[in-house]
């Protein structure tokens, strides 16, 4: 079966930094576009980040562009989300996701598999 597994999230103060990653197991997921979601308490689920298989087309949210940087090593089937300058909005749980083509998409149903989600807190 086709696993994700994230790994790094943790308690943070504002201003601080975080790595987030994310393997992949069960398959190839080279030729698929990667992406990172989070979830706040009371929110939907929204984008956050993701990255084409070739690594030319690397979209973000207005509220992380410039602070966080998304990057994939398709020889490991790992995604990375390197988190800077976190703020208290930041917190919520981070989940990493496949998509369905080669494109990064900005919605949840463009993604056909998911990880567990890692906790992210930003203390102020």
């Known amino acids: 079966q086709v696993q994700l597994v994230e790994s790094g999230g943790g308690l943070v103060q504002a201003g601080g930094s975080l790595r987030l990653s994310c393997a992949a197991s069960g398959g190839t997921f080279s030729t698929y576009a990667m992406g990172w979601f989070r979830q706040a308490p009371g929110k939907e689920r929204e984008f956050v980040a993701a990255?084409?298989?070739?690594?030319?087309?690397?979209p973000y949210a207005d509220s992380v562009k410039g602070r966080f940087t998304i990057s994939r090593d398709n020889a490991k089937n790992t995604v990375y989300l390197q988190m800077n300058s976190l703020k208290p909005e930041d917190t919520a749980v981070y989940y990493c996701a496949v998509g369905s083509s080669p494109v990064p998409g900005l919605r949840t149903d463009e993604y056909v598999y998911w990880g567990q989600g890692t906790q992210v807190t930003v203390s102020s």
């Open positions: 990255i084409s298989w070739g690594r030319g087309y690397i």
